[in-house]
């Protein structure tokens, strides 16, 4: 009975610390940014509420954040689309080049940043493009594409072809069909690809580095920072994308787990 | 959902698909064109780089097309043990992040399966690192583990320490940040494994007298084995690459350099891209033998 009650605490305690420690530099993020800091945050000098009141006292902060807003929205946006395209047809139809397919998708997650990074501002150099916003974009839609295919991908084949077949039988044409079975049940889904993508492209540094130029984003600007010293302002924006994102997590779990309990009942 | 992009496999699709191919080359041929253009391509441009030569006029980062091979002798004499580094961090960190986030993973899959809220809450807390800048959570660890932070603080006035050691720029301290970084990594395609496993299976072993150590080893490991190479994968890929924690600005120091402060430096300092293209296509070509080994086992199907 003694090794049976200790297996049974060990693996719990275990699990507690070991989220403390993941949550360790998070809450030391937070914590700094109340710092009354003067020029770099390293040592706690007192609490202060200045730095969420003037975030944007730190220009380049906003102006990098702001930037960072841009580059993963469009990002997102494009990505979603080709991805949820490509996901519907790798489930749906058949077609010679699977294998081939399947490669191509799965080679860019196995690619460290850095390869693709380097390697996009190759091309970049060699063609004579100059680096800015729109070469940024296009390169968080090629890393984030196949994170989009493999979420929808998920979705689409828990989906039951006999619905979109029942709206053929009442004479939907294939776009309505589209539109009013398929794409509101992928839609879950499409949207879980989405956060994905923007979260990835929110936060990427490498291979933003290899391809911005002078454009400044917010993982670029805490890069650079971090030689002098970052500013509190920045654990300001980290903190609060930190607590959004909990806050949107929180809230699709509360909805599915009530959506759970109303089907269960 | 993209974390168990390695080794799922989706036995009813084959069932569904129809016939029409036209109308699947319409959907997938601008996205496979984009990655040709944006991904292939560039990757051949990369492999031209890394044969370029220098420009007769000696201007810095002009480069003229050529077959100079010997751009990779030079990447591997001077950079040796950054090379070797990267190869070896990757795997001591891989090996520590798996010990770190089975234990998790399992909890989280196996004893947390009747109680869906507190599953909830502990998904949530091991993707919550993401939602917060890398970066700032690297640099807040450094922050920790400073010269005159209260932790090195304390270790010295134990004597475990002595009055000159630190932690920052040491291996140890960039292992660590990488180990520290690569946890949800490696905990989430784990779950996603144990999360479908039969405890019927795990039952019987009980019943054919065998102990919860041997059940585990002879039953529960070796089928969570897609997870851990799914795990694996994910975490060794980016971290050979990374060179955030490394950085002297970070975690690392002088003697802690990595392939990717490598690449950084000839890339965007120096602009010695000849140098720089050769590492990274070294770097690839570590990697694609390593997943090559994986897809032959498994097939293309499962990749995604």
Same mark, same amino acid.
Not at chain 2, 79 to 100: E, N, V, W
Not at chain 2, 225 to 242: C, E, H, K, R
């Given at each position: 009975?003694?090794?049976?009650?200790?297996?049974?605490?060990?693996?719990?305690?275990?699990?507690?610390?070991?989220?403390?420690?993941?949550?360790?530099?998070?809450?030391?993020?937070?914590?700094?940014?109340?710092?009354?800091?003067?020029?770099?945050?390293?040592?706690?000098?007192?609490?202060?509420?200045?730095?969420?009141?003037?975030?944007?006292?730190?220009?380049?902060?906003?102006?990098?954040?702001?930037?960072?807003?841009?580059?993963?929205?469009?990002?997102?946006?494009?990505?979603?689309?080709?991805?949820?395209?490509?996901?519907?047809?790798?489930?749906?139809?058949?077609?010679?080049?699977?294998?081939?397919?399947?490669?191509?998708?799965?080679?860019?997650?196995?690619?460290?940043?850095?390869?693709?990074?380097?390697?996009?501002?190759?091309?970049?150099?060699?063609?004579?493009?100059?680096?800015?916003?729109?070469?940024?974009?296009?390169?968080?839609?090629?890393?984030?594409?196949?994170?989009?295919?493999?979420?929808?991908?998920?979705?689409?084949?828990?989906?039951?072809?006999?619905?979109?077949?029942?709206?053929?039988?009442?004479?939907?044409?294939?776009?309505?069909?589209?539109?009013?079975?398929?794409?509101?049940?992928?839609?879950?889904?499409?949207?879980?690809?989405?956060?994905?993508?923007?979260?990835?492209?929110?936060?990427?540094?490498?291979?933003?580095?290899?391809?911005?130029?002078?454009?400044?984003?917010?993982?670029?600007?805490?890069?650079?920072?971090?030689?002098?010293?970052?500013?509190?302002?920045?654990?300001?924006?980290?903190?609060?994308?930190?607590?959004?994102?909990?806050?949107?997590?929180?809230?699709?779990?509360?909805?599915?787990?009530?959506?759970?309990?109303?089907?269960?009942? | 959902?993209?974390?168990?992009?390695?080794?799922?496999?989706?036995?009813?699709?084959?069932?569904?698909?129809?016939?029409?191919?036209?109308?699947?080359?319409?959907?997938?041929?601008?996205?496979?064109?984009?990655?040709?253009?944006?991904?292939?391509?560039?990757?051949?441009?990369?492999?031209?780089?890394?044969?370029?030569?220098?420009?007769?006029?000696?201007?810095?980062?002009?480069?003229?097309?050529?077959?100079?091979?010997?751009?990779?002798?030079?990447?591997?004499?001077?950079?040796?043990?950054?090379?070797?580094?990267?190869?070896?961090?990757?795997?001591?960190?891989?090996?520590?992040?798996?010990?770190?986030?089975?234990?998790?993973?399992?909890?989280?899959?196996?004893?947390?399966?009747?109680?869906?809220?507190?599953?909830?809450?502990?998904?949530?807390?091991?993707?919550?690192?993401?939602?917060?800048?890398?970066?700032?959570?690297?640099?807040?660890?450094?922050?920790?583990?400073?010269?005159?932070?209260?932790?090195?603080?304390?270790?010295?006035?134990?004597?475990?320490?002595?009055?000159?050691?630190?932690?920052?720029?040491?291996?140890?301290? $960039? &292992?660590? *940040?990488?180990?520290?970084? !690569? /946890? #949800?990594?490696?905990?989430?395609?784990?779950? @996603?494994?144990? +999360?479908? %496993?039969?405890?019927?299976?795990?039952?019987?072993?009980?019943?054919?007298?065998?102990?919860?150590?041997?059940?585990?080893?002879?039953?529960?490991?070796?089928?969570?084995?897609?997870? $851990? &190479?799914? *795990?694996?994968?994910?975490? !060794? /890929? #980016?971290?050979?690459?990374?060179?955030?924690? @490394?950085?002297? +600005?970070? %975690?690392?120091?002088?003697?802690?350099?990595?392939?990717?402060?490598?690449?950084?430096?000839?890339?965007?300092?120096?602009?010695?891209?000849?140098?720089?293209?050769?590492?990274?296509?070294?770097?690839?070509?570590?990697?694609?033998?390593?997943?090559?080994?994986?897809?032959?086992?498994?097939?293309?199907?499962?990749?995604?």
């Amino acid at each position: 009975m003694t090794r049976f009650s200790l297996g049974r605490w060990l693996l719990p305690t275990y699990v507690v610390l070991t989220f403390a420690f993941l949550m360790i530099p998070i809450i030391y993020t937070f914590v700094f940014s109340f710092n009354d800091s003067v020029k770099s945050n390293i040592i706690w000098r007192g609490f202060t509420l200045d730095n969420w009141i003037n975030v944007c006292d730190q220009q380049v902060v906003c102006t990098a954040f702001g930037n960072s807003l841009i580059i993963a929205l469009s990002a997102t946006t494009i990505a979603t689309i080709l991805g949820t395209m490509i996901a519907i047809a790798l489930v749906r139809y058949r077609f010679k080049f699977r294998a081939a397919t399947n490669l191509l998708l799965f080679l860019p997650l196995a690619t460290p940043e850095v390869v693709m990074g380097a390697g996009l501002a190759a091309q970049f150099l060699d063609l004579g493009v100059a680096k800015g916003l729109t070469t940024v974009i296009i390169a968080h839609v090629m890393f984030t594409l196949s994170f989009v295919v493999v979420t929808v991908k998920a979705r689409v084949a828990t989906l039951d072809p006999a619905l979109e077949e029942a709206g053929r039988d009442l004479y939907g044409n294939p776009f309505q069909v589209f539109r009013k079975v398929t794409l509101p049940l992928l839609l879950p889904g499409i949207l879980a690809a989405a956060m994905l993508a923007f979260a990835l492209s929110f936060d990427d540094f490498i291979i933003t580095q290899f391809n911005s130029g002078s454009i400044e984003t917010f993982p670029k600007f805490v890069y650079t920072a971090a030689a002098r010293g970052i500013p509190a302002e920045a654990n300001v924006i980290g903190s609060s994308v930190f607590l959004i994102a909990i806050a949107i997590v929180l809230i699709v779990q509360i909805r599915g787990s009530r959506k759970a309990k109303r089907l269960a009942n | 959902m993209a974390f168990v992009a390695f080794g799922q496999t989706s036995k009813t699709q084959v069932k569904t698909q129809t016939k029409s191919g036209r109308v699947a080359l319409v959907l997938l041929m601008p996205g496979l064109i984009y990655l040709g253009l944006f991904f292939i391509t560039p990757l051949i441009a990369l492999i031209m780089a890394s044969l370029k030569q220098p420009d007769p006029s000696g201007i810095i980062g002009q480069y003229d097309f050529g077959v100079e091979f010997g751009n990779y002798a030079y990447a591997v004499t001077q950079y040796a043990p950054q090379i070797f580094r990267s190869f070896s961090f990757a795997f001591i960190a891989t090996i520590i992040a798996l010990l770190i986030s089975y234990p998790i993973a399992y909890y989280i899959a196996v004893r947390a399966r009747d109680r869906p809220l507190l599953r909830g809450i502990l998904l949530t807390l091991v993707i919550a690192p993401f939602f917060i800048s890398f970066l700032l959570r690297t640099f807040a660890w450094k922050q920790i583990f400073s010269n005159d932070s209260w932790i090195v603080n304390v270790l010295k006035d134990v004597g475990i320490f002595g009055a000159d050691s630190y932690i920052i720029g040491t291996n140890f301290a $960039v &292992i660590f *940040g990488l180990v520290y970084n !690569f /946890i #949800p990594f490696m905990t989430l395609p784990i779950y @996603a494994n144990l +999360d479908r %496993l039969d405890m019927r299976l795990v039952e019987a072993g009980s019943d054919l007298y065998a102990s919860p150590a041997t059940t585990f080893r002879k039953i529960t490991f070796p089928l969570s084995l897609p997870g $851990v &190479i799914s *795990g694996t994968l994910l975490t !060794f /890929i #980016p971290i050979s690459g990374d060179y955030v924690v @490394a950085s002297r +600005d970070f %975690l690392g120091g002088p003697g802690t350099a990595m392939i990717g402060n490598v690449v950084e430096a000839n890339f965007l300092r120096i602009q010695d891209y000849p140098t720089a293209s050769a590492l990274s296509v070294m770097l690839m070509a570590a990697i694609v033998v390593l997943v090559s080994a994986y897809v032959k086992r498994s097939g293309t199907d499962d990749l995604l």
